[in-house]
């Protein structure tokens, strides 16, 4: 049996031109990210710790950081989205550790996190109830995940739209929907396979949300563990 490790990211992993591209790219929706970072400072305490798992550029935990003292983590399989996320924080001025690594395998303790958040990665995870297990692993008790990810069930015509709004060039906006239409639609979830997943895991369950092109999934970690649970 071989020893190595196994691989966290679907397709080819994302280094070098591609993860300089996506960094570009996805530069183009910082509206997108501030806001997301203005709706989960309002579910945190002052001094709260919190995972992003995967993060890519580290933009929304930079734009995170700069509206609250907590204490903020990056894990991401990708070595060169890590150097750039740890880049774009320095340029920021705000403090972030961001590391290297796998969802389904994290470097951390138990009850090490009091959220967990995700967007736009979990499907492209080759192990997601792993990685929902870990998640949950991570979690003190009472603590949430967050995943924020694209439905399979996305209309093309809502994706065109997002791709236009963007303000992204002629080039980039091809480029960004033929990976939605022949990559990303294909790897994403619908609800029920959230719903299953969850159910899978150590979660039990969670609570799912569509919207536009994406879907809102939320979990919690029990207050106590059940006698007998896993």
Known sequence: MSD???????G??????VA?????????DMEQFRQAARDVAQKLAEGSRMLEVAPG??????ELAKLGNYRLTGLDISRTLVEIARENARAAGVAVDFRLGNASAMPFGDASFDFVYCSAAFKNFTEPVKALNEMHRVLRPGGEALIMDLRKDA????????????????????????TFRHMLLKRAYTQGDFTQMA???????????A????LEVQFRKPERVVAGAA
Do not use: H
């Not at 080819?12 to 031109?17: D, F, I, K, N, S």
């Not at 300089?20 to 183009?28: H, I, L, M, N, V």
């Not at 209309?155 to 033929?178: A, C, H, N």
């Open 211 to 214: 919207e536009s092109i994406g």
């Open 4 to 10: 190595k490790p196994a691989k966290g990211w679907k």
């Open 20 to 28: 300089r591209w996506y960094s570009r790219t996805r530069g183009k």
């Open 155 to 178: 209309p093309l015509e809502e994706i065109e739209r997002y791709v236009e709004q963007s303000g992204r060039s002629r080039m980039d906006g091809w480029l960004t929907k033929l």
């Open 199 to 209: 159910a899978e895991s150590r979660f039990g369950g969670c609570n799912v949300k």
């Open 12 to 17: 080819t992993g994302m280094e070098g031109w």
């Open 57 to 62: 550029p580290g933009y929304f935990a930079v």
